[in-house]
């Protein structure tokens, strides 16, 4: 093995972030934010140094999948909203994957399969009561 690549991880960069982490750090930024961001206002939301143009291709990213809503300030600059709250953004992701895989009945299954005595047992709840039914977990409402 050449110098200097036992750290490089197989097929890439030393310093490539895994798939998708930047946009969980920005999509984590912005409820956590007291309201929409613009996209120069979320870098230090971050914590990062990224570039603007980074962050702004992010903001675009995630506006095409759904996930921010895009709107005008006065100023003219765009802030970005979150489109829904944290556990919407995460069924919304369940969502996409499960209709990524060609078979959905046998990817679903599986999920469920792999879910935990506490989960079947909020999911068995959630669906008796509707997706209104204020199902609880932890002591947590659950509005669907």
Known sequence: MPEGDEDRPAGGRP???PAGELEASVLAALPAADGPLTPIAVR???GTDLARTTVTTILTRL???GAVTPAPTPA???STPPAQDPP???ARRMHAELNKDADRNT???RFLTDLGPQDRELLRTVLAEGPDGGATRDGRTIRT
């Open 76 to 78: 003219g600059a765009t």
């Open 44 to 46: 230090p939301a971050l």
């Open 88 to 90: 919407g953004l995460t």
């Open 107 to 109: 990817a679903l299954a």
């Open 15 to 17: 310093d490539r972030r």
């Open 63 to 65: 506006h095409a999948k």
